[in-house]
């Protein structure tokens, strides 16, 4: 059964007896944010929130390149132009000091650290991978959350508009649900969600709080092994950002003389789940996006080059104290770790 009803003389959005319904009443409750709007996917959720924006055609969206191509997409497909701007060198995300000049600013709250809000101009924020029960809105208009199956809440496909203000919320939910109620001359789309994800997004998002902790607690717990085994090639994760970051992926950098595939062979090779950066190359570099750098992107040129990212779920094992990890990162600087994380039972990271 659909959460949604087809017909004018019922309000727009799913019915109170679903499970969509209770999903954006949690997150209402657990955010305070007063509207929660459930669609298909976060890349629905940014469309829709672009939409709802009314801008005219081609107006100027900036935002990162060192990002999902969702975020750009969604600027297309709202038939928006995108800009890139620089990113910040520890934070990883959209830098207001250099960033061109727009109509509206999207920031990344890349691998879940919330990005700056301080733009000179309307700000909308894709937040899909910041899901967070203390996630605040001030001063963006509208932002977005992610229930992929990657994400904190994975619940395969699913996203969420979240904003403070009635008629974005309106706009929104006309836009996701084919326009429906034809109160206004817009056209929406097929962006609902379906009751089966909804119920598993709800009880994931009902844990949400006690897993972000338990996020937050091993990457201080790991920055601070990794300071005790302080070796200058690896750049941490910075501590002030911990509690302001849903660590979606634990990022942190190499310096540029390591061979970063190699040492992404050996973390592997020893049991640990790591990558080379987040985008190879960033989007700029990608025909269906370069045309939208407006100018040097040096930063995320080097971010490319010498960031990594720490999945949080190791191949099943036995507790691993963040010691160990820690050890086992410095140690495959240069060869491989004399310890590994074994396969095994269940794992916890401690």
Not at 246 to 259: Q, T
Not at 293 to 316: F, K
Request: proline share 8%; hydrophobic share 40%.
């Amino acid at each position: 059964m659909s959460a949604y009803r087809s017909s004018p003389q019922h309000s727009v959005g799913p019915r109170e007896d679903s499970w969509v319904y209770r999903l954006e009443a949690l997150a209402e409750t657990l955010t305070g944010i007063h509207h929660a709007v459930a669609c298909n996917s976060g890349t629905m959720a940014l469309i829709a929130g672009l939409r709802a924006l009314d801008l005219p055609r081609g107006s100027r969206i900036v935002t990162s390149p060192y990002t999902f191509s969702a975020t750009v997409a969604a600027i297309i497909h709202a038939e928006l132009q995108p800009m890139f701007g620089d990113v910040d060198p520890i934070t990883y995300t959209l830098d207001p000091r250099v960033a061109p000049v727009g109509d509206c600013y999207m920031p990344v709250d890349l691998f879940g650290l919330r990005a700056s809000r301080d733009f000179p101009g309307r700000v909308v924020a894709d937040s899909c991978q910041a899901a967070d029960p203390g996630f605040t809105l001030s001063p963006a208009l509208w932002a977005t959350w992610s229930f992929n199956g990657h994400k904190n809440v994975p619940a395969g496909e699913a996203g969420m508009l979240l904003t403070n203000r009635n008629d974005l919320a309106d706009r929104a939910r006309l836009f996701i649900s084919h326009g429906e109620n034809w109160r206004e001359p817009r056209v929406g789309m097929n962006g609902r969600l379906n009751e089966l994800t909804a119920c598993v997004a709800y009880y994931g998002l009902k844990e949400l709080g006690a897993r972000n902790a338990e996020r937050r607690r091993m990457a201080s717990n790991l920055g601070q092994e990794l300071l005790n085994r302080y070796d200058p090639r690896i750049i941490p994760l910075a501590e002030e950002h911990i509690s302001n970051h849903a660590l979606y992926v634990y990022p942190f950098r190499v310096r540029h003389d390591v061979d970063r595939a190699a040492y992404v062979a050996r973390l592997n090779g020893a049991g640990l789940t790591a990558t080379e950066g987040y985008i190879r190359p960033p989007l700029h570099k990608y025909p269906a996006f370069e045309r939208f750098q407006v100018g040097p992107l040096p930063i995320v040129e080097e971010l490319s080059t010498q960031s990594l990212v720490l999945l949080p779920d190791l191949q099943p094992g036995y507790p691993v104290p963040m010691s160990a990890v820690a050890q086992l990162m410095v140690e495959a600087l240069d060869g491989t770790p004399s310890i590994q994380v074994a396969p095994g039972e269940d794992v916890t990271w401690v």
